[in-house]
Structures are given as structure tokens and as C-alpha cells.
């Protein structure tokens, strides 16, 4: 028999996951976005390197399909089915497209503005989605992502953008821009939101390093930063000093109810291993 240069390095996968939340769950210091419910989940995926001759370093195709039951009636509140196709070249550049499912059943109506909301009913839709990197080893890369088409009764097109710049071993810049627009022709609304951010990591030695963002959004009007040291003297042992602040920029400026300056705080946080 000839030799199969693919044989070993193909790589199936398997997951099967059951879980249940019941009404009295408390999570702790945590959060769930949802109550009482229980949720089936499966992911298959199979993965293989083509070969010497290929551009393509990998490939993965990978089916997942799921669902949330609700457990005061058994009756399912949302699902979903879709698959992917991921790839990753041998120069460096990376993404996937899926096209995907979903369906909602919503008891109650769910706001996503002021002026944009949905209300309580069943609804299936499809959408797709795709990503593209280039390689993260340069000094500068990027990211842009899609998700577009149904979106309940209407549809969804959001898109955003992710420049990086390795300045050097110690500095990292980061900026991202989000676009989303929702239309609902069937009840006249539309809604649309840009997100503005910008991050910057120093590492100023091993123990010691310092970040920084600034974002704005449209949706609030309101500019958020925060500024933050951490100090790790040891394993184990971090020190961190944290800085937010939040301000209205737009919209409700002159609003009282809405001051332009949304909060302000300090925050000390020492983490020491016993």
C-alpha cells in the first residue's frame, strides 16, 4: 500500500455536552445570561494538513448544533445549527466562513435600543459569518470580521476592523471600529451603532507593565476609559491599580438627568497566595 502523507496528521473531534441550570442557582460572583434552563450542545469537527504542495498549512471543517430548553415546560427557547469552514495558510493568514441558523423563542419583548426592540414571538433565521486575519508575528496586522443577514424578522449587518501594531518587545497598540446596522422593515425601525476603541499595552519589565483604552460608543453617546498598573513582584503575588472614568460626549450633554460626567473611580486590588 502506498504511504498516505495525510494519514497521521488528520484530526477528527468529537463533543457532546448536556448542562442544567435550575431556578435556584446562584453562580456567586458570577453571572448567567439565562435562568432555569437546560442545554444540549453537539461540535464535530475534522481537521487535516494537506500536504507539502498546498498553500494551506491547515484546514478545519466543524458542524455545531445546540439547544436551550426551558425547564418550566420543556418547550425549546433557543437553538442553533450551522457549519464552518477554517483555514490557516503557511504564510500566516487565517479566517473561516460559516453560514448558521437560529431560531428564537422569545416569551417577552427584547430591546436592543430606545428606539429599535422585538417583540415576543417564535423566529428562524439564517445568517452568515467570516473572518480574515493576517499573520500576528508582524509588526502590523489585522483583523476584519462580517456577520450579516436575518436577525429575527429583520436583518443585521455588523462589521468591524481590528489594526494592530507591535511597536516593539514591549509595546502593543491596538485599534478596533465595530458597524452594526439593524433594520426591521416590518415595524419601520432601524438601529445603528459605531464603536470606537483604542488599547495600549507596555510591558515595562517582567514584574512590572501598564495598559490603557479609551473607547467610544453611539448607541450612549458616552466616551469609557481606564488605566491600569499591575505589579507582580513574585508568583503568585499581583498588584493592581485601576483607574475608570466615563463621560457623555454627545446626545444627552445638556440633558441634567444625564450629566456629562457618568462616573469616576479608583480602584486598589492586591491578590497574595495563603
Known amino acids: 500500500m502506498p504511504h498516505d ?18 431556578p435556584d442557582f446562584d453562580p456567586g460572583l458570577g453571572f448567567e445570561t439565562r435562568t432555569d434552563f437546560s442545554l444540549f450542545h453537539a461540535n464535530l469537527a475534522y481537521g487535516w494538513i494537506p500536504g507539502p504542495k498546498s498553500r494551506l498549512f491547515s484546514h478545519v471543517v466543524r458542524y455545531a448544533g445546540g439547544a436551550y430548553l426551558r425547564n418550566s415546560d420543556q418547550r425549546v ?12 495558510t503557511k504564510s500566516g493568514f487565517s479566517g473561516y466562513i460559516s ?113 490603557a483604552f479609551i473607547q467610544y460608543g453611539s448607541d450612549s453617546g458616552k466616551v469609557t476609559g481606564n488605566f491600569r498598573v499591575r505589579y507582580n513582584p513574585r508568583k503568585g503575588v499581583d498588584l493592581y491599580v485601576v483607574y475608570n472614568k466615563a463621560r457623555t460626549i454627545s446626545g444627552a450633554l445638556f440633558d441634567p438627568a444625564d450629566p456629562p460626567l457618568q462616573g469616576r473611580a479608583l480602584f486598589l486590588k492586591l491578590g497574595y497566595p495563603f
Open 99 to 211: 453560514p448558521y441558523w437560529m431560531f428564537e423563542n422569545l416569551s417577552g419583548p427584547f430591546a436592543i435600543s430606545g428606539k429599535a426592540g422585538v417583540p415576543a414571538s417564535r423566529y428562524q433565521y439564517g445568517s452568515f459569518a467570516a473572518e480574515f486575519s493576517t499573520p500576528s508575528v508582524r509588526a502590523l496586522n489585522l483583523a476584519l470580521k462580517l456577520d450579516a443577514g436575518g436577525f429575527y424578522d429583520g436583518h443585521r449587518f455588523s462589521s468591524s476592523a481590528i489594526p494592530t501594531w507591535n511597536a516593539s518587545s514591549t509595546l502593543r497598540i491596538e485599534a478596533a471600529y465595530s458597524f452594526d446596522r439593524v433594520v426591521f422593515p416590518g415595524r419601520g425601525q432601524i438601529y445603528i451603532a459605531h464603536i470606537a476603541r483604542l488599547r495600549a499595552l507596555c510591558a515595562l519589565s517582567v514584574k512590572l507593565s501598564v495598559s
Open 5 to 22: 502523507p495525510e494519514k497521521r496528521i488528520r484530526d477528527p473531534a468529537t463533543a457532546l455536552v448536556f448542562s442544567r441550570s435550575g
Open 77 to 88: 427557547e433557543s437553538a442553533w445549527s450551522g457549519v464552518l469552514w477554517m483555514f490557516k
